[in-house]
């Protein structure tokens, strides 16, 4: 036998390497024929619920980065609450139709032309079915715990029917409408777009000041005077039908290089400047509200322009006079409604000029900018052409220009309970305050919502028309369609005719002959996803409405979050959701928006098979989620050795309770040694603060921080620093030995309880070792936090004695570079302290060379008063000596003693280990060791 087996070193069949690509496969398939899911909701039966409702990602492709935050971030806060006393089942959900999959069928050269609707709606369910799968097994492989086989998908006929009877309250209450409105509209998409589906990028827009010449000056002015408006968009003046000013405004008439105009008084020099004006000279000075209703003449049509007064107008920027066409402006069709103009949108869905546009007709808008110049220099109508980039609405789909554009629609009313969706925004919790800000203002200031599309793949419209044209929405024919899609889908709309779909024998007086025709657009999709809360949450046993929380990119104030809360208030009166929290974009390392032309996207599916998903986890709980992440290669490397220094730890704590017995061989609290005391109450305030201030704040990176804290500073620091002249030396069940392996158990087994929401592949490897009733860790709950008796005191005494414990490592370190001593237990260590020093060492009650680990008998505490010195370090309040201890090193140890050798039969050991070996293995001694 050789003298190091008489050591109690930890041994362990835990793996040092994690091999997480490989086995976190393994735990997921046991999980999964386990149902782990199942037995969690089953065990947490009767329990206060939980619900977290999943915001549909698009089904379009293989998940992101952002998509890994942000179901991984759900997975913690659920994985937490089931652990924590809450039923919280999740349900997660996709949102299948949308203009994407449409362009994705085109790509693969699918000819929607040549299918029928039918066939072709169906190609877009298949392709979209195909994607769910896909994505679900990318979030399965993340290691997300949910109902995957019972997910919701806002294609399946279920869904869709509840999505018809929400747009039939809605409809009942008198919300729904269709008007002629400039809506944001997709030439490239050939369809309307709601706010959610813009984006801004800079473009390059010409900058034009025209001269409408006054037609009927009431008196006040001549027809030789011209307004003077300043547009961006060139293309919409064929549109022309009035011009507006500022009632408030002071409108001067100036005569400028010999021609008169008319601009208002406070942007006269900035005007004349960009126009380039020499000469000016004031004529006459009035009030807005003196323009109203005189007319200018068109500058190229042979029609008036009326003068109309709006608030809007503003002396930001401009003449002070907004040329105003009531088709393509939200603004401007507001103000020619009061005033009783045509609402002239001369641009078809493919923004190509109509005949309602002579000289323009069959083109594109965009080219037609340098014709209307040309045509405007020609009437001596443009005064000056310029150029400036400016930020412009996008198709967030196409990536290209959207125009506004007036065209017959469906709108859902928002100021008729506007005030009721703000009222009931003041009644969440904004888990970020700033959110409140966002979508109170959002809500106070949007439209009316556009809820029609002229596409293919979508929820259609269920509307009827009568012979006269007028539409029909009962609650009679909407229930009977919400049927017909829950038994057959909605692709029996476009199956069927009209009179096929309406219930049988329904007549209606302005259909004399029983014909009815029916609507053709779909639905925006957005109202699809924003019905989750009526189509999800109220459909099934297992949630609740309203949700507990919804969790999504800060992009969905604007989006889901405002859809969601809109048809909720309009048709329950209340917000879906009593809290929201929302995270930001995932960038690379340098800061960047992650793009594939800039080449720096990373995929989670290389990252899990290079370092595992408990990595990718991991990293979700180390960033400020608040804000937008950097994540890269070398951020992930850094989380690695985080992992590491987590799994090492662990390994060390179950190698070293191996022969811990938690049920016989556990030291109660109050007969723990003071220093075991004190990592137990330090373990149960990491416990309160990872629970407290982070799961149920939904802090990760507080978990984070607190864990690694915990781990590094408390134990490998200081409690394991000491820890193996403890439990590898002391007789096997010494009370020493015992009393520590008590406090590395329950940290092991506390801590993988609080880290499984984390990383739940990782704690059920540790969680394997231990030994422990539930045969998963996913099953267990989290531990309670327990107050101990004089915990308050104990902590203050143990908090001065790190203070004192970092003098003496600075004076070990001051000797160790002075090449007096190499390892600190070959020092010969005494102490001068002063008198609270002394008390204090008094008050720690434990074994101070031991924790120092420094040789005990080289280790002495003088009197008080005791003059140190002059080679002594002096601190604040104590005195240290440092010198070489002069003994013999034990060879089982380590220490340098005065008794090595005093037992014969094993002359290379210090009494102290003579004994236990003696104690332990009688027969080894009698043989003899092996050199």
């Known amino acids: 036998m050789k003298m190091k087996e008489t050591l109690h070193l930890g041994k362990t069949a835990f793996p040092m390497r994690a091999n997480l690509p490989n086995r976190e496969i393994e735990w997921q398939k046991d999980w999964e024929e386990k149902d782990i899911y199942g037995l969690r909701q089953k065990l947490n039966e009767g329990k206060p619920t939980f619900v977290l409702h999943d915001g549909p990602p698009f089904a379009n492709g293989n998940i992101h980065l952002g998509h890994s935050l942000n179901k991984i971030s759900k997975d913690i806060i659920v994985r937490s609450k089931s652990m924590s006393g809450f039923r919280a089942p999740y349900v997660p959900g996709w949102d299948t139709h949308g203009l994407p999959i449409e362009q994705v069928l085109t790509n693969k050269g699918v000819k929607r032309k040549e299918m029928t609707m039918a066939e072709y709606r169906q190609a877009c369910h298949d392709y979209a079915m195909t994607q769910v799968d896909t994505q679900r097994e990318d979030f399965k492989r993340l290691g997300v715990s949910g109902d995957w086989e019972n997910p919701y998908i806002t294609l399946t006929p279920d869904y869709e029917a509840a999505e018809i009877r929400v747009f039939g309250k809605m409809a009942e209450k008198g919300y729904i409408y269709k008007g002629l409105k400039p809506i944001y509209w997709s030439p490239s998409s050939e369809s309307s777009l709601a706010e959610a589906e813009i984006e801004y990028k800079d473009v390059k827009s010409a900058s034009i000041y025209v001269a409408f010449q006054v037609k009927d000056g009431k008196g006040l002015l001549d027809e030789d005077t011209a307004f003077v408006i300043w547009t ?96 393509h402006g939200e603004d401007d069709y507001i103000v020619s409604r009061r005033y009783g103009l045509e609402v002239l949108s001369p641009v078809d869905g493919r923004g190509v000029f109509t005949d309602e546009a002579p000289m323009f007709e069959g083109v594109f808008y965009d080219k037609a900018n340098p014709m209307i110049t040309e045509l405007l220099t020609e009437k001596n109508a443009l005064l000056k052409l310029d150029f400036f980039t400016h930020s412009y609405p996008h198709d967030w789909r196409t990536k290209k220009p959207v125009i506004f554009r007036a065209t017959p629609q469906w709108f859902a009313s928002i100021d008729k309970f506007r005030q009721n969706m703000l009222d009931e925004v003041e009644k969440v919790d904004w888990l970020l305050p700033w959110g409140k800000t966002r979508i109170y203002n959002m809500v106070r200031d949007r439209g009316d919502w556009v809820i029609s599309r002229q596409r293919a793949w979508g929820v259609p419209l269920p509307i009827f028309y009568a012979e006269n044209g007028e539409p029909i929405i009962t609650p009679e024919t909407i229930e009977h369609v919400a049927n017909l899609f829950e038994e057959h889908g909605s692709n029996i709309w476009f199956q069927k005719e009209a009179k096929e779909l309406l219930p049988a024998g329904f007549t209606h007086p302005d259909s004399p002959n029983g014909e009815f025709t029916k609507e053709t657009d779909i639905m925006d999709v957005w109202f699809d996803s924003g019905s989750s809360h009526e189509a999800v949450l109220r459909q099934r046993d297992d949630l609740t409405f309203p949700a507990d929380m919804y969790l999504e990119g800060s992009d969905q104030y604007r989006g889901w979050f405002n859809s969601s809360l809109t048809t909720s208030v309009a048709i329950n009166g209340v917000a879906p959701y009593k809290s929201v929290l929302s995270q930001g974009f995932v960038l690379d390392g340098e800061g960047r928006k992650m793009s594939k032309s800039l080449g720096n996207t990373m995929l989670p599916d290389k990252v899990i098979k290079q370092m595992g998903a408990d990595i990718l986890r991991l990293w979700v709980s180390s960033v400020d989620y608040e804000a937008d992440v950097r994540v890269s290669m070398d951020i992930l490397n850094q989380v690695s050795e985080s992992y590491r220094k987590i799994r ?273 293995f009688p027969e080894a001694v009698a043989e003899g060791f092996e050199a």
């Open 232 to 327: 961006t968009t060139p293309w919409t003046l064929p549109a022309n039908m009035g011009i507006t000013v500022n009632a408030d405004y002071a409108y001067v008439q100036i005569l400028a290089d010999g021609r008169k105009f008319i601009v208002a008084k406070d942007l006269l020099k900035q005007v004349s400047e960009a126009i380039g004006w020499e000469t000016i000279e004031v004529l006459q000075e009035f009030s807005g509200d003196q323009l109203e209703m005189m007319t200018a003449q068109h500058p190229f049509y042979d029609r008036t322009s009326l003068l109309m007064l709006g608030d809007h107008v503003t002396l930001e920027a401009g003449t002070g006079l907004v040329h105003t066409a009531p088709g």
């Open 648 to 920: 090492n730890t662990m390994r060390f704590l179950i190698a070293n309770t191996e022969d811990f017995n938690p049920t016989t061989d556990r030291v109660a609290y109050d007969d723990l040694r003071s220093v075991d005391k004190y990592m137990t109450v330090r373990l149960n305030q990491t416990i309160k603060e990872i629970r407290e201030e982070g799961y149920e704040k939904y802090n990760f990176l507080q978990i984070y921080r607190t864990v690694m804290n915990f781990l590094t500073v408390d134990l490998s620091s200081f409690y394991l620093d000491f820890a193996k002249d403890v439990v590898y030396i002391e007789a096997k069940d010494d009370q020493q030995r015992r009393s520590m392996q008590t406090v590395f158990y329950d940290v092991a087994k506390e801590l993988t309880k609080l880290l499984t929401p984390i990383l739940p592949h990782t704690s059920e490897e540790i969680w394997s070792f231990l030994k422990e009733e539930e045969a998963y860790v996913q099953l267990a709950e989290f531990p309670e936090y327990q107050e101990f008796p004089n915990q308050a005191e104990l902590l203050d005494t143990w908090s001065a004695f790190m203070d004192f414990r970092d003098d003496v490592l600075k004076a070990l370190e001051e000797a160790r570079n002075a090449k007096l001593i190499g390892k600190s237990l070959e020092a010969k260590l005494t102490i001068y302290p002063t008198e609270p020093v002394a008390s204090l060492l008094t008050a720690v009650n434990a074994n101070l060379p031991q924790l120092l680990i420094v040789s005990p008998d080289f280790f002495e505490v003088k009197a008080v008063g005791t003059e140190a010195p002059e080679t002594a370090m002096t601190f604040s309040n104590v005195s240290i000596l440092v010198e070489k201890a002069e003994g013999d090193v034990c060879d089982r140890c380590r220490q340098v003693k005065n008794d090595v050798g005093s037992d014969t039969q094993l002359p290379t050991l210090c009494g102290h280990c003579a004994s236990i070996v003696t104690s332990e």
